[in-house]
């Protein structure tokens, strides 16, 4: 069993945010592996389902909190600890300002690096979850950064977003088989996005 949690903000007001990213990785995932129906559970909106692989089918549950960004750990605690998983199990999808528009980069624990949602998740679970992080780029200055992910993605960004939405979904099964070197690869082929500098790449720099 696997939870496959995207980070984001509740509501219209927020859906095409860079901020919610995460909310659109996993929607992409259910959409292409055809999860059911969208309920409330566990402080959010989840969904179950189960992802192809090689080994045979792995159930997973697609949680989005909706507790607002900041407060996302409570909802994956809740998942956790009632599908009795470990942090191993968990996988959280993320918008990473500090990758290029377009990158993709898997890892396992380490710090928040300054993101809310993720210290919030590491607050209730510990530190040592998967993290699939997706490049939004930075707008070049700390004052700029809250402005920045609360902004909707520009009509420049939406071929690159819809391409790594769905290399993120299609590559799924690598993700369900626990091989996430594998899936950053496999992502970024079926994405691929120029290495940048953050600050450089970012639509509103």
Known sequence: MLILAGLGNPGARYAANRHNIGFMAVDAIARRWGFGPERSRFSGLAR???IETPGGAVRALILKPQTFYNESGRAVGEAMKFYKLTPADVVVFYDEIDLAPG???MKTGGGAAGNNGVRSVAAH???DFRRARLGTGHPGHKDR??????SDFHKVDQAWVAELLSACAEAAPLLAAGEDERYQGEVMRLAPAEKADPRKAAGDA
């Open 125 to 127: 679970i510990g530190p």
């Open 145 to 150: 950064v809250q402005g920045h992910v609360l």
């Open 48 to 50: 179950e389902g189960a």
């Open 103 to 105: 990158r993709f980069r």
